[in-house]
């Protein structure tokens, strides 16, 4: 038997493919680029085969970003560049122009709205940060405050390109680490297990999602006054956290166990050396807003340190490797304990840490 014949017209729903949104200088010369260059901190310039040019400025946002700061911002990209801009991932927006005088008269619009050109090239750049108070369910702090305090004091290594290469900062609100692996990365680190409220426990949680959520089997069933419940095995947990999000009974933030821990060494790129995970340097920060100013004190220590002792092109962890850590502890002023010794072995000792395939 034939199968009826389609007498409607599919409507597509979904996202809208990414060319549509892409400048038509961008389009026209897609994967035909030759080169591109920094002609100043904050602006690039592409040059494709055909001989076109399309200009980049690039500036800093708070990225909580309100409206009226999106509209002016789309003002801007009316005015100089036909209403092509975009947001990176570490909350800078670029704005994207093929004629060369709307670079001087954007950047002098944008600076005036309080807004620093930067972030390209050898500099340090915006934070790449989680949601932290705003928006996150299990945030043990606030990733956007830590930001605005740590970039309040790197304002001129944004605008600037004084490093020995690019610097990749992140920061997250949680243990759970959403932010990523980067150079710099500051990380809430907790100190004690989670406490578990059994009243409240059975009404408001999920059982089996709590116990699966932890990614050490710490988390097992129990009976608690007669009620079903949760219990912690403190010997296995790592006090990541993740069960909280699972169930809000199983509470772990404190504003004196949740602390903060400063990670260093992450690369995501194949480029010269192969991908690497970070190493902890820094931990039990205090975690007091709103300025954080142990946490900032010890970025810039590192920064400080590596502007000084780096080589042209060499990364934080490329530049760690040569040096050796008891040089980097002895440079940067940072104490070492035998807690930051790496000896966790619940998982594999190797992991695939290159953008290579394997089978």
Same mark, same amino acid.
């Given at each position: 038997?034939?199968? %009826? ?25 897609? @994967? ?9 901190? @904050?602006? /690039? ?30 003002? !801007? ?37 309080? /807004? ?22 299990? %945030? ?78 710490? !988390? ?49 790129? #194949? ?14 920060? %205090?975690? #007091? ?71």
């Amino acid at each position: 038997m034939s199968s %009826p014949e389609k007498k409607w017209k599919t409507v597509e729903s979904g996202p809208h493919t990414y060319e549509e949104a892409l400048h038509p200088v961008v389009r026209k010369n897609y @994967g035909k680029w030759k080169y591109h260059e920094i002609p100043k901190p @904050g602006v /690039l310039v592409h040059v494709a085969e055909s001989g076109d040019s399309l200009y980049t400025v690039r500036a800093g946002t708070p990225r909580q970003d309100t409206v009226d700061m999106i509209r002016r911002l789309c003002d !801007i990209a009316d005015k100089y560049c036909d209403g092509y801009l975009r947001f990176t991932v570490r909350n800078n927006v670029e704005f994207l122009t093929p004629k060369q005088e709307n670079v001087e008269p954007m950047i002098r619009e944008l600076e005036s709205m309080g /807004l620093p050109v930067g972030g390209t090239g050898m500099c340090v750049s915006s934070v790449s940060h989680t949601q932290g108070w705003l928006h996150c369910d299990i %945030p043990a702090t606030d990733a956007s405050g830590v930001v605005k305090s740590m970039m309040d004091t790197l304002y001129a290594e944004f605008r600037g390109m004084q490093m020995p290469n690019k610097v990749r900062l992140s920061t997250s609100c949680c243990s759970i680490n959403c932010g990523g692996q980067a150079d710099i990365a500051v990380v809430v680190k907790h100190t004690r297990p989670p406490r578990v409220n059994h009243d409240h426990l059975a009404m408001i949680c999920e059982l089996p999602k709590a116990v699966a959520r932890c990614p050490v089997a710490a !988390i097992r069933p129990t009976v608690v006054n007669g009620k079903r419940s949760l219990m912690v095995d403190e010997e296995k947990c790592i006090c990541c956290g993740a069960c909280f999000g699972a169930c809000p009974a199983m509470e772990i933030n404190h504003p004196e166990h949740s602390k903060f821990a400063i990670w260093v060494g992450g690369k995501n790129s #194949n480029a010269r050396s192969k991908p690497s995970t970070m190493s902890i340097v820094a931990h039990n920060l %205090p975690n #007091n807003p709103p300025r954080w100013p142990e946490v900032t004190d010890a970025v810039g220590k590192i920064l400080l340190a590596y502007k000084e002792g780096g080589r042209p092109w060499e990364r934080i962890g490329e530049w760690i490797n040569r040096i050796g850590w008891k040089r980097f502890f002895e440079e940067t002023g940072l104490t070492f304990d035998e807690d930051m010794i790496d000896s966790y072995r619940h998982a594999r000792t190797t992991f695939n840490q290159s953008a290579h395939v394997r089978f």
